[in-house]
């Protein structure tokens, strides 16, 4: 399983965009998903999650009401909406998946990563 995510850019706060991550070598259908982000200098944060029946959908409270995360399942392909954007929303963003997860909880740990894409928001 190989994630590819892209999407990432420069913003203005205020701004809206949208990554997106495609997953290549199964079936998005086994697979919980969650979009995470590192600041430089900062840890790991986990942003949203959508568990893999799509029951479960978490964000993280910096995030709520903003970002929008989204699964096509046909287009194997998961979304991160991002909107009223921040500069502190600046940070590389990874999608991550786990196989047949329902729950999405805290602790979960996802097998499988893509490769960062960069989020700047500054005016």
């Known amino acids: 399983v190989q994630l590819q995510a892209s999407g990432g850019g420069q913003v203005q706060p205020g701004d809206s965009l949208r990554l997106s991550c495609f997953l290549n070598?199964?079936?998005?259908?086994?697979?919980?998903v969650g979009w995470f982000r590192q600041a430089p200098g900062k840890e790991r944060e986990r942003v949203a999650c959508?568990?893999?029946?799509?029951?479960?959908?978490n964000y993280a409270d910096s995030v709520r009401g903003r970002f929008t995360i989204s699964r096509d399942n046909i287009r194997n392909t998961v979304y991160l909406q991002m909107n009223e954007m921040k500069a502190e929303d600046t940070a590389a963003y990874y999608c991550?998946?786990?196989?047949?997860?329902?729950?999405?909880?805290?602790?979960?740990?996802?097998?499988?990563w893509g490769q960062g894409t960069l989020v700047t928001v500054s005016s």
């Open positions: 070598g199964s079936s998005l259908d086994y697979y919980a």
């Open positions: 959508a568990s893999t029946n799509r029951q479960i959908i």
């Open positions: 991550a998946a786990e196989n047949l997860d329902l729950y999405c909880g805290s602790r979960l740990r996802f097998a499988h």
